[in-house]
């Protein structure tokens, strides 16, 4: 990867050259080669050239009137673009891996900071924003004058020392922390711990009151002002009491002046009374996402109902030794859409993992190379640290294990746990585990493997082409798709419905990945024998129940027998969830039974 960068940045300098010789061409004297990526779960631009090297969203300083060369290359996930509002300027976009591309302009003669972003979806507000600096950096001195921040070493700060810092999180060690927090995406930062929408509007109303008696003049200074007592700050403006909100009034820290001035340059220079936050994908004017073309070698990514492994019966406890395999592919969701999922061995739910309690279980996990992200694996049925979690963070080509013994019978779910767990449990990484109890479970004539999960994608439901994620709807909890399986729609066709005989005893190892939503399953024109609630399998299982709840990260196991033919429909009773794709089919053969149904009409004319 260092090589093709390498090549890239002397084909640039060999182009800046060869435009020397040409009088009509600019002429550039620096050149930034950015590459996207994540960092900690967000996005970001990370540098690959010179100074930068490295650094996630870089400042790139320059001289007041330089002609600059900035070049982006996709990292390999999704679309993006290099943009910069003030002088109306944006590359062009880069949809595949490898694709790059470059722009050439001059900068102003006067000493300014201007913002960069990806202005694509909600890139931006995900952390993919940066600032170029044009002349002297913002010094910050020791001095009693009000405003100004002191220094034993009067040291010099650029005014864009956001390098890798997220000022949410840094807000978060001085006090209005403890909670839940998501740094970098709008919405959170909004309304959970520290809430820097709120403390932009407070700076702007503080300034306006009359009795200010400071020198700032800008939100962004006020900010910079009471943020040299940070204890003083965080108890005037964090709420009292337990967590309310996301926030919580511990003050547990002080800032470094680096700190301080990662926070301060969150907010734009801006007049008082107005302030500058990330770019929200809910405001209004908000620009719909198209979506590309549909991937020709999208996979089919349904995991078939019956792919599970049979009994275990009666056996001595033993050592199982599994692997899984993380990757993130581009399956087919509905007809003619598809999407990126993050799987468990490439489809959705991963495998489903049988054992029988006291046995041990050495778990390998296998990061793709070809993955963006680091992924792990939480199994509910872990006693341990994270469920395996923070054993298994593995960084794409990599490769971790540990072990676990089973010593709760029951039926568990599993997931990735690497942040954003939302984003990646939504994308598709959950699953089951079934720990049978000494003995093993009664049997059955067929046993079917079921999971409901959301996704949420830029464009609305039933848009055909290539869809992405949109994390404003996830935090928003507003999907566009509910499956099973994986997909919209994709137990209900003759690929991967649910088959069965009249006669025959079925049972359903039924599990919500979610992230967010309680389903109340039900098989409409049966009702179950038996339900083993919250999927205890200690437990005396209810009977003769009609629907059942399971909220994400749960699960149940139904049994019941089947008495008539005909085709029986699996749904979320929640019934609007229909209409977005969630509905599968059991297809029961066999002799009618009129005894019980007759389904012939009897209507009148």
Not at 208 to 217: C, K, L, P, Q, R
Request: charged share 15%; with cysteine.
């Amino acid at each position: 990867m260092k090589t093709s960068y390498l090549i890239l940045t002397i084909l640039i300098l060999f182009s800046s050259l060869a435009s020397c010789l040409g009088s009509q061409e600019e002429v550039s004297t620096a050149e930034f080669v950015l590459t996207t990526g994540f960092e900690g779960g967000n996005l970001a631009f990370l540098g690959v050239s010179d100074k930068i090297n490295g650094v996630y969203n870089p400042t790139l300083a320059v001289d007041p009137g330089e002609t600059i060369t900035v070049t982006l290359i996709n990292g390999g996930y999704a679309d993006h673009i290099f943009s910069i509002p003030d002088l109306n300027l944006e590359t062009k976009v880069v949809s595949k891996k490898g694709e790059a591309t470059s722009i050439t302009f001059t900068v102003p003669d006067e000493s300014v900071e201007l913002e960069y972003y990806d202005s694509i979806q909600n890139h931006a507000a995900l952390g993919m924003k940066g600032v170029i600096t044009i002349g002297p950096a913002r010094q910050i001195v020791s001095s009693d004058e009000p405003g100004q921040t002191e220094s034993s070493d009067a040291v010099q700060i650029d005014v864009s020392f956001q390098q890798g810092m997220d000022p949410a999180a840094i807000m978060q060690k001085v006090g209005c922390g403890a909670c839940h927090i998501i740094p970098g995406v709008a919405g959170a930062i909004g309304n959970i711990g520290p809430n820097l929408s709120d403390m932009a509007q407070m700076a702007a109303e503080h300034l306006e009151a009359s009795d200010y008696t400071g020198s700032a003049t800008t939100a962004k200074d006020y900010i910079y002002e009471s943020l040299t007592e940070p204890s003083a700050f965080v108890s005037a403006h964090c709420p009292s009491g337990p967590c309310q909100d996301g926030l919580m009034p511990s003050y547990s820290g002080t800032l470094s002046m680096e700190e301080i001035e990662a926070i301060v340059n969150y907010f734009a220079d801006t007049p008082a009374g107005e302030y500058a936050m990330a770019m929200d994908n809910n405001s209004e004017g908000a620009t719909a996402i198209s979506a590309g073309p549909a991937d020709a070698d999208a996979v089919d990514i349904v995991r078939d109902p019956t792919d599970l492994p049979g009994p275990i019966g009666e056996r001595e406890p033993e050592t199982i030794r599994l692997e899984l395999v993380t990757s993130e592919v581009s399956g087919q969701l509905a007809d003619g859409t598809t999407y990126t999922f993050w799987t468990f061995d490439n489809k959705v739910p991963g495998p489903f993992i049988r054992v029988r309690v006291g046995d041990t279980v050495e778990l390998t996990l296998k990061n793709l190379p070809s993955s963006m992200m680091s992924h792990s694996i939480d199994l509910h049925a872990v006693t341990g640290p994270g469920g395996g979690a923070v054993a298994t963070q593995t960084k794409p080509g990599g490769e971790t294990m540990f072990s676990f013994k089973a010593i709760n019978p029951g039926l568990y779910v599993y997931h990735c746990a690497t942040p954003m767990v939302a984003q990646h449990i939504a994308n598709g990484m959950y699953g089951l585990i079934l720990v049978e109890p000494e003995g093993g479970l009664p049997p059955v004539d067929r046993e079917f493997y079921v999971m409901q999960g959301e996704l949420y994608t830029a464009q609305p439901f039933g848009t055909a082409g290539a869809l992405t994620e949109d994390t404003t709807k996830l935090l928003a909890e507003n999907p566009e798709y509910f499956v099973f399986n994986g997909a919209a729609l994709a137990l209900a066709g003759d690929a991967h419905a649910l088959r069965a005989n009249v006669g025959e005893t079925v049972r359903i190892y039924f599990g919500v990945g979610g992230p967010n939503f309680t389903s109340s399953f039900h098989v409409i024109g049966e009702i179950f024998d038996r339900v083993y609630d919250q999927a205890s399998l200690t437990s005396s299982p209810l009977t003769d129940v009609q629907t059942t709840l399971v909220p994400p990260g749960g699960a149940t196991m139904v049994e019941f027998s089947l008495q008539v033919p005909g085709r029986y429909i699996l749904v979320d009773h929640a019934l609007s969830r229909l209409q977005r794709g969630l509905a599968g089919y059991l297809y029961a053969e066999g002799e009618p039974n009129l005894e019980i149904f007759n389904g012939e009409s009897s209507g009148g004319e």
